[in-house]
């Protein structure tokens, strides 16, 4: 595996294209330098042992099973949001359709 | 003068006082001040009017039956849903949105009689601890105006702090309610994890994101807590743990007849137990406000008993990892498509462009920072050296405090952030350096517990007194001690007045 810490202009390119998020060329130099910071950090818990650890994706309420933890919903249709209501929301629309930009032919993809 | 929301309540039950006065004495605070600090970022006059002559109906018929609250003008914080106004997370992305539903939480403040006078600036989407990452600009803190109130709920903390309110709500996803508690001179609750719905909370990191009360005592926080608290169908993670009264016991001190007050104090956060990392960090008043704290609960009777939180350290770490990751996925809802700013493209550009363009210009660096942050640590090579890491850090974090609360402990004391209220901007260029802030409140919330801070002392910096509040950390679902053993050491420091910031 790379070393982490070093993060390059590059690395920074590829998680914004990633994560869909356009950054500028002058974005991209301050993150690489603010993102190296943070992962060093991060990197300190790998002098860690945690092998007898089980991962703990939520503690809540200890970590369940002791009856007040999640619960599921029935499965059932509820009541939602209006169309309407849906549409007020949206940036661009064409009732009852929200608009995207084309998506075959040459309309887009990453 | 500075009236509780217990008390504005009560004055509106026994009719020495009127909802629309008190909502109109509210909406004058906020004229006359929030130039000043910028701490509410939309006003709700109009409507909060209008539910103010409501509740005065209410209790000239002699209505007044489950309305604790009454008449209590309120701030919430900004990623709290409300189905009039905006709520834009101090974001561009949200700036124009208007939410077609309430939160549970505040659907639950206004059915006890709240009356919701404004929405509150925060960091954008409550990342950061600031308050300065907002698309609004930062909020100032009432005590010195060229520094930050903390955050990332440091528009709710100011608005209690500077009397535009008695009441707000905040969200405290990894010490967003209580190190601006602690910098603006309020209480700041942050309730067991499943406490309090979270539905129409706009998610940052669901596993930790809980929304809390701030209030100018215990008390009204207390009050607060007992109001929005419970299970919620619409948030399959809320609790169906019982609530307890929380306000009617609260006057009596934990210890005696309980089988005694254990306080424990983690070693990494006094004197020469600090480890290396946290040490160097805890400025002197912070310390001193401490020491100041243990002295006043052994006065009460407490035994002070050291613990050890081997983690406070590394839990930065794991913290930064859950929540980035967390982060990243709860933000890719926001796609320029169904909701917020869209982006215009050029002829040729598609969905991809949609959305990269449309998030490049709706959020700021700080989003953007935690987002790629997220995406970096869940990608495919770095999954099990990051995240998977940090939720065995989150397991031990959770074991370090059970033993604690094993050892007898019924809270446990310590710092809520190393200093007091810092200069706007000066941590800006340092994202590390802000992340370190969080050393004592992160763990918490991997945790899950419930954590309130109680003002405790004053700092005097550059001329200038500011607050500094300390933490207490109870067991799971345990508020109901957690807030009396706060209002012990309230009642003993008695700093009343004194909490009224005095700007100069």
Known sequence: ?110 | MRRSAIETASLLRSKKLSAVDAVRESLAAIEGGNGAINAVVESLGEPALARAKEIDARVARGDVEGLPLAGVPVVLKDNICLDRGHTTCASEMLRKFESPYSATAAQRLENAGAIVVGKANLDEFAMGGSTEHSCFGPTRNPWDVSRVPGGSSGGSAAAVAAGFVSLSLGSDTGGSIRQPASHCGVVGLKPTYGRVSRYGLVAYASSLDQIGPMATSVADAALALQVIAGQDEHDMTSSSHAVQTFVVDLERPVGGNDGGLVIGVPKQARGDGASGGVRGRIHKAVGESLEHAIRVYQKLGAEIVEIDLPMTDAGIAAYYIIATAEASSNLARFDGVRYGRRATLAPGEGLFELYAKSRGEGFGAEVKRRIMLGTHVLSSGYYDAYYATALRARRRIFEDFQKAFGKGCRAILMPNSPGPAFKIGEKTSDPLALYLEDVFTVGVNLAGLPAISVPTSFAVEDGKTLPIGMQLVGASFDEGVLLRVARMLERELDLGEKLIPMRG
């Open chain 1, 1 to 110: 595996m790379p070393n982490p810490s070093s993060i390059s202009q590059a690395d920074v390119r590829k998680v914004a294209k990633l994560a869909r998020l356009y950054i500028s060329d002058a974005e991209v130099s301050q993150h690489q330098q603010a993102l190296a910071a943070v992962i060093g950090y991060m990197d300190t818990l790998k002098s860690l042992d945690l092998s007898a650890e089980a991962a703990a994706g939520t503690v809540h309420a200890g970590a369940g099973g002791d009856g007040f933890g999640s619960h599921l919903a029935e499965d059932e249709v509820g009541p939602t949001l209006s169309n309407d209501a849906l549409m007020k929301m949206a940036p661009l629309s064409m009732p009852p359709f929200v608009m995207v930009p084309k998506v075959l032919d040459d309309g887009g993809g990453a």
